[in-house]
């Protein structure tokens, strides 16, 4: 059984790599913005988070959450882990980033300034961030874009 909490830069593939988890390997993929789970996974009461995390866990015997959580939602990241998800942070260049999010989004100026101020809250709270996601951060997104093969990077996750 695993129950992985995939969250990292906008643009890195997360979304991707999550389908191709549900395609190919039967996970069971949970987009907190689409499955309407982000408002328990943000509460402020640590205890409805950590109910929230346990009932996702429960919905399959393999899950994968994706969450391109708002550093200042760290607390409920690590209520989220407590709960036994094994969290990966997808990172690596941020100009590379940001030209796959340009492209998904095309000429929606708000939804760059959007990724913009992510980036930058990410920047501030990477400290915390590289904390809670210790030992378990992969550069998946290079100059390019290029992204790491999902191949590589269930075989990074899911080693022994």
Known sequence: MSA??????????????????AQEHGFAHIETDVDG??????????????AAATELK???PEVALEWGFRPEFLPQVRAVIGAGFDPWWFGGSEAA?????ARRVRRDHGAMRAFETQLAAIRREWA??????????????????TFMPPEDIYRSIMRP
């Open 37 to 50: 789970v982000v408002n328990a996974l943000a509460a402020n009461d640590l205890r409805v988070v950590l």
């Open 58 to 60: 429960e919905r399959a």
């Open 4 to 21: 992985l909490l995939i969250a990292g830069l906008p643009g890195a593939g997360k979304s991707q790599f999550c389908g191709w988890l």
């Open 97 to 101: 980033a940001r030209r796959s999010y």
């Open 128 to 145: 915390g961030i590289a904390e809670a996601f210790e030992g378990h951060i992969l550069p998946v997104v290079d100059l390019g874009p």
